[in-house]
């Protein structure tokens, strides 16, 4: 698991599936701090969530897709109600 500078755990990309809800940090410069995003899936380039720019693909947010324990930089899982 890995955390930010806040202690908070980011989404692990075992558990991020198409419809999962993550929640978007303040690092982004095409999705809105603490915005709602269901993950939705691309034929090709794979699971994306909606941004400014059209799609914004998970891959290029996850940091070592070879580690048992990969994540998502910036996404949170969305806490439970
Ligand atoms: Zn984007």
């Not at 930010?4 to 980011?10: F, I, L, P, R, V």
């Not at 599936?17 to 303040?26: C, I, N, P, Q, R």
Request: net charge negative.
């Amino acid at each position: 698991m890995m955390f930010d500078s806040n202690g908070k755990a980011y989404a692990s990309v075992a558990e991020t599936k198409e419809g999962t809800v993550l929640v978007a940090d303040a690092g982004f410069t095409c999705i809105e701090s603490g915005a709602e995003l269901t993950v939705q899936s691309d034929p090709v380039n794979g699971l994306y969530v909606s941004c400014g720019d059209g799609k914004h693909f998970l891959d290029g947010q996850c940091d070592d897709h070879t580690a048992p324990d990969a994540f998502y930089v910036g996404l949170y899982p969305k806490p439970a109600a």
